[in-house]
């Protein structure tokens, strides 16, 4: 009777598996343990991870590590994904044409028009012109209310009101005759005098909607067709927000930019194709559908893309101590997304949402640094170390021991940085792929998507429902129902959207309904994992033909997801396949197949004698 331990190194998380294995090659498993990993999957850094894993694993059993006879680790190729955003549009004023912005309180309601004019100056303006009123932070709020009314008592007709403090309430309650007012407009000053404007203001709760819709634009502002075709980019920004400004200046005008992204090549087997970014995700991955089997991927130098190839290509390089020109891109997966960008000429901090491409990019290398690995983790622990099998494979043979399973079977692996699978013969024959693309890249689409710039707070986003916090003693949760409390909750939560973390509620820095953000979250997921998996799948199923699957089971660390594998179940039931998440050895859930794959496999061959 011998003790062994299988070690799955990811590029998320090392997970091991402990086993007694007897003379005859039967296994009994007597532990597990998951740490995070430390560095790039693949590389020397992973040991400290690797050691201290093993000690969690053999604590509950007061077993020396030194009493191992032989630890395996995976074959896993160092794979980086990378994930990075290309942004293809971008919305630009010229001349200040457009205000259109959310500020959270803006004053009175509905539409006016007229001819902007300074407060200052508006004790010289005349009854026969109607006017929008531009009100900078020199003049206070009751000044200004004052100003307005005694205009409006001399005849002079104000319509609304442009102001650059968060002051739009606090004037408009204090005026004889409301008119819509849209405050917080940083540089008031840009705002040209003698124009003729449109604001509007929607009542609490809606957005606007007149300022939003191009032919509305037009009656206001009596466009010819042409023209009216230049405002849709300024009436698209706009949908959605609460209040609005739009100025006719004599060359304004509002452009949606595209900038260009560079081009992919991709080299297959068979052919090879070029692919510009900025024709977006379905154009790229249909042709990475036409050319595979892959064997390259390599991106226009100078570009954004073309960067992050770079970046990826020399990180693994310096980490396996190889030259840069031995390491290939080998896949990418490439999504469709809308990024917030800050307008270019903005007046007030404007966001439009802008057509980005989210790109993931996978390098593969030698299986030379496994090697070194195995031999580094050997010198520090004095047990035996062997490199025992490729991941795809072992994690097949763990996910067997799933109760009711049987070859034929199929698993999709939904990791961090890869989505993998592998298909199992009844012969034992077994086929596997490996994807860029998983986890981390919807955790990367959220944080762009939202313009959270807080990764840990995107990842909390993607792993627990959402809430409202309606009253300080209740919330509504994102499928309606309501949670009450005994004790108020924090002030600052009033209000607020709310990610239903470990740590209670914890509000998200944006004001996005509820609804935008949960669909947020749920494409970011069905973009990269349905596409991924009907993508793995079918690199493993005969003939590429999915339909010739009958079962798969989900493992890895995203199928523990709470959304993710109905959406994959969901697709492939289009296809006639049954799909549901494995629970390893009858207890560990979709987690430890790798490990637990490494052990049994190794086990047969004569490890215990
Ligand atoms: P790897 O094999 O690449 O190390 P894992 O199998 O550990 O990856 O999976 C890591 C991914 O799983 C990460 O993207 C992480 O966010 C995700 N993940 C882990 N636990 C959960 C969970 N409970 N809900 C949703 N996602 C999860
Ligand atoms: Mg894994």
């Known amino acids: 009777m011998v003790l062994i331990a299988g070690v799955d190194i990811g590029n998320n998380t090392t997970e091991v598996a402990v086993a007694e294995v007897n003379d005859r090659g039967e296994a009994t498993f007597r532990g597990q343990s998951l740490v995070r990993t430390i560095g790039i999957k693949g590389t020397m850094r992973n040991v400290s991870g690797i050691i201290d894993a093993l000690d969690q694993a053999l604590q509950p059993l007061q077993i020396p590590r030194k009493e191992l006879a032989g630890v395996l680790l995976n074959e896993a190729t160092p794979v980086i994904g990378d994930v990075a955003m290309e942004t293809i549009t971008e919305t630009v004023i010229t001349e200040s044409a457009m205000i259109g912005h959310n500020p959270t309180t803006p004053g009175g309601m509905g539409l006016g028009t007229g001819i902007t004019r300074s407060i200052a100056d508006l004790g010289t303006a005349s009854t026969d012109q109607e006017y929008i009123v531009i009100v900078s932070r020199e003049t206070n709020f009751q000044l200004a209310a004052d100003l307005l009314n005694q205009a409006v008592n ?41 124009m003729f404007a449109a604001v509007e203001v929607a009542s609490v709760g809606r957005s606007i909607e007149k300022l939003s819709n191009p032919y509305d634009i037009a009656t206001l502002f009596n466009l010819e067709a042409d023209q009216t075709r230049n405002i849709v980019p300024i009436a698209r920004a706009l949908t959605g927000v609460r209040s609005a400004v739009v100025i006719k200046t004599p060359r304004g005008d509002i452009q949606e930019r595209r900038i260009p992204a560079g081009s992919l090549t991709l080299i297959g087997d068979k052919a090879t194709v070029q692919v510009p970014v900025d024709e977006g995700a379905e154009v790229i991955m249909d042709k990475v559908d036409e050319v595979q089997p892959l064997t390259e991927i390599r991106a226009e130098p100078g570009t954004n893309v073309g960067g992050m190839f770079e970046t990826v290509r020399r990180v693994m390089a310096d980490l396996t101590n190889q030259p840069v020109g031995e390491i290939l891109v080998q896949d990418i997966i490439a999504v469709d997304t809308l990024v917030p960008q800050q307008v270019q000429g903005n007046l007030a901090g404007e966001y439009a949402l802008g057509n980005a491409v989210g790109l993931a990019a996978m390098v593969q290398t030698q299986k030379l640094p496994m090697q070194m690995l195995a031999r580094k983790l050997q010198e520090e622990i004095q047990v035996p170390v062997t490199v025992a099998g490729v991941e795809a494979e072992m994690a097949i043979h763990g996910a067997l021991t799933t109760p009711g399973t049987k070859a034929p079977l199929a698993i999709l692996d939904l990791g961090g940085g890869s989505t993998d699978a592998s298909l ?53 949760h994102e499928d309606g129902s309501v949670e009450f409390f005994d004790a108020p909750m924090d002030p600052r939560l009033f209000g607020r959207v709310v990610v239903m973390s470990e740590l209670g509620p914890q509000p998200l820095p944006v004001q996005d309904p509820i609804g935008r953000v949960a669909e947020v979250r749920r494409k970011a997921k069905e973009k990269v994992f349905v596409r991924n998996s009907l993508r793995a799948l079918a690199g493993v199923a005969p003939g590429g033909n999915i339909r010739l699957i009958d079962f798969v089971t989900l493992v890895g660390g995203s199928s523990l997801d709470f959304e993710i594998p109905k959406m994959i179940s969901d697709v492939l039931l289009e296809y006639g396949v049954v799909t549901g998440r494995a629970n390893v050895r009858g207890s560990q859930g979709p987690r430890n197949a790798v490990a637990t794959g490494l052990v049994l496999t190794s086990a047969g061959t004569g490890y215990g004698s």
Request: no cysteine; aromatic share 4%; net charge negative.
């Open 154 to 194: 001399r005849g002079v007709r104000i319509n609304g009101a442009i102001v650059q403090l968060d002051d739009g309430v606090l004037i408009h309650n204090r005026l004889s005759q409301p008119i819509p007012i849209v405050d917080e407009v940083r540089y008031v000053d840009r705002v040209p005098v003698g």
């Open 424 to 476: 199992i013969q009844e012969s034992g024959v077994v086929r596997s792929t490996h994807l860029a693309g998983a986890g981390d890249m919807v955790t990367l689409l959220i944080d762009k998507e939202l313009g959270l710039d807080d990764l840990d707070l995107a990842e909390r986003i993607k792993f627990y429902p959402l809430a409202k916090v309606e009253t300080l003693f209740h919330l509504r």
